[in-house]
DNA sequence: GTCTATAAATTGATAGAC
DNA sequence: GTCTATCAATTTATAGAC
C-alpha cells in the first residue's frame, strides 16, 4: 500500500502510484488533479477512489515512495570506517547522481515542505535518517586537529545546499548562466562532484 | 501596474496586490484561488478582474514585485571596486539579510520556476542582473594569481547553494538538526553569514 | 474490480445594475 | 469603481450497475 510492489509493477494499485508520483512530481499537489493522475496511469478515474480514499492519501503513499528513492545508501556512508574526507567524496558523489536521475524530487519537496511541513515531517520520520553518527566522528577529528573547528551542523547544511540547490534550481540557473543549453549544464553538474567535494574540504582541512 | 505604489498602499490596486503577493507566495500559484485573494483583501472578488484581467495577469504583476525585492542592491555590490573578498563578504551578509525577512520567497520561486520555467524567466528578465562584472574581476584575479582557478559560475552557484538553500529548506532542516526550535535556527542563520564567507573565501584562496 | 453517472462544491471569468 | 448574480467548466468524491 505504501510502496510501488516491484513484481507487480503492471497492477492496477502499482499503476497508480507510479502515474501519481509523475503527476505530483511535475505539478506539485495543488496543480495535480485526481484526472491527471487517471490519464497518465490510462485507468478510470474512480478506482483511484478505490484504492486510496482521497487525493491526500494517495499523496501520502506517493511521497512516502518519491522520498525513500531521495535518500539513498547515504546512512550506509555515513556510519562507515572511513576518513571524514573520503566519505565527504562519496556523499557528494552518490547525492548528486541520485539527484540529476530524480531532478524534479528537490523542488518537489522543497515546496511541500513549505506548504505542510508537519505532513512531510511525519512522512519522513519513516525514513530513519540520523546525522548524529557523522557529527560524533566529525566532532572526533576535530578534536585530534585533522578538521578545522567548524559546527557540524554547518557543514552538514553546506552539504546539502552545494548538491541540491543547483539541480531544484536548475531551470533558473541553466537559462541565466548557461544559456538554457542543456548539455552544457550536465556537463557542469558532472564536474560539479569534483568541485563541490574539493570545495568542502579544502575549507575544513586545518 | 507593475509595482505596488507606496504613497497609496491603501488604494484597492494596492490592497490587491499586497494581499495578492502574501497569498501566492504562502499557498502557490496552483493553491491560490481569487477568491482567497479577495478575502484576504477584504474586496470583493470581481474587481481582481477588473484592475488585473485574469489570475495570469494579476501573478505577473506580483511576482515582478516580489522579484525585485528578491534581487537587491547585489547589482551594485558586483560592479563595485572592491577586492573579491570583500565583495563575497558583502554579497553573503546582503542577501542573508533579505532572505531572512522574505523567508518564503525562495521556495516559492524555486516551485514556479520549476512549474513554468519560461513564463518566471521571461518576468525575470525586467530585473536586469547581469553577472558577467563579476565573472571579469574573478577570472582576472586567478591570472593575477590571488585566487585558485575555479570555474567562476560554480562559485557563483555556490554562493547561492549556500545562501539560498537553508531558507528554502527551513521548515524541513529546522526539524531535523535543530529540533524545531525557531530561535535556534534564527541564531544557526545569524552565524551562517560569517561562516559562509569564511568557507567561500578558504575555498578560493592560492 | 471496473465501469457510468452524478452529486456538491469550487473554480476563473463576465454581464450588468448602481 | 464597486457591487450582485450568474455562467460554464472543473474539482473531489460517491452510488450503484455489471
Redesign the pocket.
Known amino acids: 500500500m505504501v510502496n510501488i510492489p516491484e513484481q507487480d509493477a503492471k497492477s492496477?494499485e502499482g499503476r497508480i502510484l507510479e502515474a501519481a508520483k509523475t503527476v505530483f512530481i511535475s505539478k506539485g499537489f495543488d496543480g495535480?488533479?485526481?484526472?491527471d493522475i487517471a490519464d497518465e496511469a490510462d485507468?478510470?478515474?474512480?478506482?483511484l477512489?478505490?484504492y486510496f480514499?482521497?487525493?491526500?492519501k494517495l499523496f501520502s503513499a506517493v511521497f512516502n515512495y518519491a522520498f525513500q528513492q531521495f535518500i539513498p545508501h547515504i546512512q550506509g556512508i555515513l556510519s562507515a570506517e572511513e576518513s571524514i574526507f573520503v566519505k565527504i567524496e562519496q556523499i557528494v558523489g552518490v547525492y548528486m547522481d541520485m539527484l540529476r536521475k530524480n531532478q524534479f524530487i528537490p523542488a518537489f519537496i522543497l515546496h511541500e515542505i513549505n506548504m505542510n511541513p508537519d505532513r512531510l515531517y511525519s512522512l519522513m520520520q519513516v525514513s530513519g535518517l540520523r546525522p548524529q553518527v557523522f557529527v560524533g566522528q566529525f566532532v572526533q577529528e576535530i578534536s585530534k586537529g585533522i578538521i578545522r573547528p567548524i559546527d557540524p551542523r554547518q557543514l552538514i547544511v553546506n552539504l546539502l545546499s552545494l548538491c541540491i540547490f543547483p539541480v531544484a534550481a536548475r531551470p533558473l540557473l541553466q537559462r541565466i548562466l548557461f544559456e538554457n543549453n542543456d548539455i552544457v549544464y550536465e556537463k557542469f553538474l558532472d564536474e560539479r562532484k569534483k568541485v563541490v567535494a574539493d570545495f568542502i574540504i579544502h575549507s575544513i582541512k586545518a
Chains 1, 2 share one sequence.
Open positions: 492496477t495535480t488533479s485526481m484526472q485507468i478510470n478515474k474512480s478506482l477512489h478505490y480514499r482521497s487525493k491526500e
